[in-house]
Every structure is written in structure tokens, then in C-alpha cells.
């Protein structure tokens, strides 16, 4: 049980608009370990015992602030396992996300992701209180195109509709006819019927796509810088050190990772096949806290890990996440104009995959 002591908290808090909790006193007691019990046994592979007395007061004081402040926490499959597992109400990648924003029925929604994401949850619901732990955390996508490139490419190419990733600021979204993820990118495309179609930003993930249509796709220069970084070298020494090695790529991953790999997909769409097929060596070329998330589920597995760390994914902690519900910050939101013109491109994905 965490005990309460009075609040010496940051000053940019906005006093007056929500109510002001006491900030939770986080010691590690007995009564604590045995109530928290339940809960390790969800990831004792992969967090450590020496690890648990920190998180376990956390956990506690957040689910706690959940229920005073009636709050969700949506956790992208990239989050570390003790928010994934422990404080997540609802995990996913990105297009569940979205469409679990659609459906929320709280007062607050505190994103733990990036900002593109928060947005779209926003964007879903403008009514609500959407907030994100930590306003730094971008996206190198989300970074590459503004929404004057978009307006200037809608010139150079009169006529040819554009589908924008999620991975956009609502600004960017609402140049754009409709949005897509990488769980439903090739769906999306297709469903224009269009000779041709314009996907921005990420390179690879048009380039994947093109590989899996007959729809002519132009293509915007943006990558992840997370994913860029794997190497078909770097898988193919991997395959030859670990006989039977099932890999599995993210379409965000360069052309040449992609084509050696046994199944590409969304982050989900891995979790799904790793479940389904159970591989005794496994490697998801991926962002690494996924891997052992999965884990955390599968301890017949081994997981071979490449390793590549988002660190805006990395700036959402179970620390930034209790001073966002004792806070309420960081309040996220969008221009009613902006997110009316990006609402109609995320419903209108929405509505194609639902
Ligand atoms: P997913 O939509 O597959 O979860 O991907 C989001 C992302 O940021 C991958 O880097
Ligand atoms: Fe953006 Fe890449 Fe991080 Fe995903 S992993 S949030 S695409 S930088």
C-alpha cells in the first residue's frame, strides 16, 4: 500500500482545473510485495527481482490515480513490459490505438507512446482530456514532412489522392485524403482505386507496399530512424549463429531486411504470428522492448535480440506517467479546424478496416 504525503510537486502544474492529489510516499513495504504478488508473476522473465521494489510502488500509485482521476492508459507494444503488463488498460499498435481511442469511456486518456499517437487519440476524441507524459517524445517520421511539403506535393501531383501514415502530426493528416498504418497500408492504397497514389511519409513502409500491389506508389524520403538501422547482414549472421532462427521484420525496415525475413507486419501482426507459431528461436527486427513483452508471455521461446531502442518510445516511464496523472500533464491538443480536416482522414481508415 502506498502511503501519502503532502504534495511537493513541479510548479507548472495548472492549478485550479483538476484537483490537486497528494503525491503517493513510494516505499516498498511487505504488505506492498505481498498485495503486488499476483502482479510480477505477469513478468517475472523479464523484470528482475531486484528490479520489482522500484517498480512495484509505481505500479501501484498509478493504477491508483487511475481510478481518482477516471483515466486509461493505452500502451503502445513498444513500452517497457512493467507498463505494458502492469499500468496499460488497453495495448496495441498503432491502428488499435486509434480505434480504442474511438471507443474510450473516460475522462482522461494519458497516451503512453509518442505524440503523433496522443494526437490521434485527441483527434478521436476532442472532448476528452488527452494527455502524454513527456511532449518530447517525436517521431523521426513524423519529423520528415510538414504540412506545406503536403500542400506542395498535392501541386506536383494534381489528382493523385495521398495516404498519410499515422505516423504524422494532425497537421500533416489533414492535408491528406486518408490515413493508414502498417497494419492495413496495402488495404488502404487499394481501396482508392487509383492508378496511382502518393504515401508519405516512410519510404520503406510505400516500398513494402508497392511490393504488394500493382498500384503505382510515389514515395516521400522519411524513415524511422530506429528501423533503418537493421542491416541484412546483421540478420543473415544472426541466421547463421542460430540455426532454425524464425525472423520477423516491421514494414518500416530497409528493402533488403524485408525480403530475407519469414513474415512482416505490423507490431501486432508479429505478436500474432510469434503466438500462433510458437518458433523455439525467434527474432523480431524490431523495436527491443516488444520482444520482451512477448516474452514476458512466451518463456518456451528464446528471443534473439537485435536491439534497436526508440528513445522517444524510451522518454515514457513509469516515473513520467504517475507525475502526468498526479500533474495532469502534459495536455495535449489540436487546432478544431486542423483536427476536423485529420478526424475525416483517420475515420475514414477507421471505418475501411473496421
Ligand atoms: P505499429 O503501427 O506497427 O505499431 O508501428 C508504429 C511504430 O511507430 C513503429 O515504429
Ligand atoms: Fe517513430 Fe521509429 Fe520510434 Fe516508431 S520506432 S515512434 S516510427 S522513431
Not at 20 to 42: D, H, I, S, V, W
Not at 183 to 207: F, H, Q, T
Not at 346 to 354: A, G, K, S
Request: glycine fraction near 4%; include cysteine; charged fraction near 25%.
Amino acid at each position: 500500500m502506498a502511503h501519502l504525503e503532502p504534495d511537493k510537486g513541479p510548479d507548472h502544474r495548472e492549478p485550479g482545473r483538476f484537483t490537486q492529489l497528494p503525491r503517493p510516499n513510494l516505499e516498498f513495504t511487505p504488505e506492498l510485495e505481498a498485495e503486488m504478488r499476483p502482479l510480477y508473476e505477469k513478468v517475472k522473465h523479464v523484470v528482475t527481482p531486484m528490479e520489482w521494489p522500484h517498480y512495484a510502488p509505481l505500479i501501484k500509485a498509478i493504477n491508483t490515480l487511475k481510478k481518482e482521476r477516471n483515466a486509461v492508459i493505452l500502451a503502445h507494444n513498444y513500452m517497457t513490459p512493467e507498463i505494458f503488463h502492469c499500468v496499460g488498460d488497453f495495448q496495441g499498435d498503432s491502428l488499435a490505438l486509434a480505434k480504442e481511442a474511438a471507443r474510450v469511456d473516460a475522462d482522461v486518456i494519458v497516451q503512453a507512446g509518442v505524440h503523433f499517437m496522443a494526437e490521434t487519440s485527441k483527434l478521436m476524441n476532442p472532448d476528452k482530456t488527452v494527455l502524454i507524459p513527456d511532449m518530447k517524445a517525436g517521431c523521426s517520421l513524423a519529423e520528415s514532412i510538414t504540412a506545406e511539403d503536403v500542400r506542395r506535393l498535392r501541386e506536383a501531383y494534381p489528382g493523385v489522392p495521398i495516404v498519410t501514415y499515422v505516423n504524422t502530426s494532425a497537421a500533416v493528416k489533414a492535408e491528406c485524403d486518408i490515413c493508414c498504418t502498417s497494419a492495413n497500408a496495402v488495404k488502404v492504397v487499394e481501396s482508392l482505386n487509383a492508378p496511382r497514389v502518393l504515401c508519405i511519409p516512410d519510404e520503406y513502409l510505400a516500398n513494402y507496399v508497392q511490393t504488394q500491389t500493382d498500384v503505382e506508389i510515389i514515395a516521400w524520403k522519411g524513415r524511422c530512424e530506429v528501423h533503418e538501422r537493421f542491416t541484412a547482414e546483421e540478420i543473415q549472421s544472426m541466421r547463421e549463429a542460430e540455426p532454425g532462427l524464425k525472423v520477423i521484420a516491421h514494414p518500416e525496415c530497409p528493402p533488403e531486411v524485408i525480403e530475407i525475413a519469414d513474415f512482416t507486419g505490423s507490431t501486432t501482426g508479429m505478436i500474432n504470428w510469434t503466438k500462433e507459431h510458437k518458433p523455439a528461436k525467434v527474432m523480431l527486427v524490431t523495436e527491443c522492448s516488444m520482444s520482451s513483452n512477448v516474452a514476458a508471455e512466451l518463456p518456451e521461446t528464446e528471443f534473439i535480440r537485435p536491439c534497436n531502442l526508440c528513445p522517444h518510445m524510451k522518454r515514457i516511464s513509469l516515473e513520467s506517467l504517475l507525475d502526468s496523472l498526479l500533474y495532469m500533464q502534459h495536455e495535449v491538443t489540436v487546432d478544431p479546424d486542423v483536427a476536423e480536416r485529420a478526424r475525416r482522414a483517420v475515420e475514414r481508415m477507421v471505418n475501411l478496416t473496421n
